[in-house]
């Protein structure tokens, strides 16, 4: 069994263009994603994007990149047409990793992966305790929940479960609320199947493309790890993301 990590990056992202090559502290945000990608000890890594410039941008810092189509819909399609471009077996692991997680841990990769040594599971994915209430009531972080097992039940941008006796405006302390953390891996196998389904009206309704995979009755299960640090999707999270990088430096020189 192999482990694929696939990093789809398009450049035209609407809240933060280019997005992939923005600098943050004198490395492109595409290199730091890729640098921490490294660490988890993938059999193999490679960009997916269907920009040229990013392409370009890969290959002259060492990475691995393959071009995709730019009619691509989603970073779970854009993973299995780079995969296509590789030889693997049913039961190899693609994990699709979101390419604007500069600080992303290498262990919550591999955690990501150790959810696969229980057969019988085709998908999973990460999530976190919230402890903020912004990020309760942030719709950019979706939320989940899960059964006992760890099956998710459902996703949405907004506080989930609904608290009844707050009559919806909950607070941190009233249940333990989970936000997801978006990187998935996949058995080949199901990433084919996923990558065909047609989109579906929770998927619309929510905005959320894995909204899609419950509604056609796929099951995802998802495994508690620590926050990912920063998300980065608009010009504030940049420069959230620039101070974050600049003391963490700063801290491994001291």
């Not at 009531?137 to 479960?161: A, E």
Request: charged share 25%; with cysteine.
């Amino acid at each position: 069994m192999k482990t694929i990590g696939i990093i789809p990056a398009r450049y035209a992202s609407t809240r933060l263009p280019g997005k992939p090559l923005r600098m943050i502290a004198g490395k492109s945000m595409i290199s730091r994603v890729y640098e921490r990608v490294a660490l988890a000890g993938l059999d193999e890594i490679c960009v997916a994007t269907d920009d040229e410039r990013i392409y370009k941008h890969v290959i002259a810092f060492g990475g691995k990149a393959i071009m995709t189509s730019t009619t691509i819909g989603s970073g779970t399609e854009r993973c299995y047409a780079a995969i296509s471009h590789t030889a693997v077996s049913p039961e190899d692991i693609i994990i699709n990793i979101q390419g604007d997680e500069p600080f992303i841990e290498p262990e919550n990769i591999r955690k990501l992966i150790a959810v696969f040594t229980h057969t019988g599971i085709g998908i999973a994915t990460l999530f976190a305790h919230i402890s903020e209430i912004r990020e309760l009531f942030d719709t950019g972080i979706p939320k989940l929940v899960t059964d006992k097992s760890g099956r998710v039940l459902y996703f949405s941008r907004y506080p989930i479960p609904c608290i009844r006796d707050h009559a919806g405006m909950p607070q941190i302390d009233d249940f333990p609320f989970k936000k997801h953390i978006g990187i998935y891996a996949y058995r080949l196998s199901e990433l084919a199947e996923i990558s065909s389904l047609p989109s579906s009206e929770l998927e619309h309704a929510e905005k959320l493309e894995q909204l899609r995979w419950l509604e056609h009755g796929k099951t995802i299960y998802a495994t508690e790890v620590n926050d990912s640090g920063i998300s980065v999707d608009t010009p504030e999270d940049l420069e959230r993301a620039e101070k974050y990088a600049l003391q963490f430096s700063g801290n491994q020189k001291g």
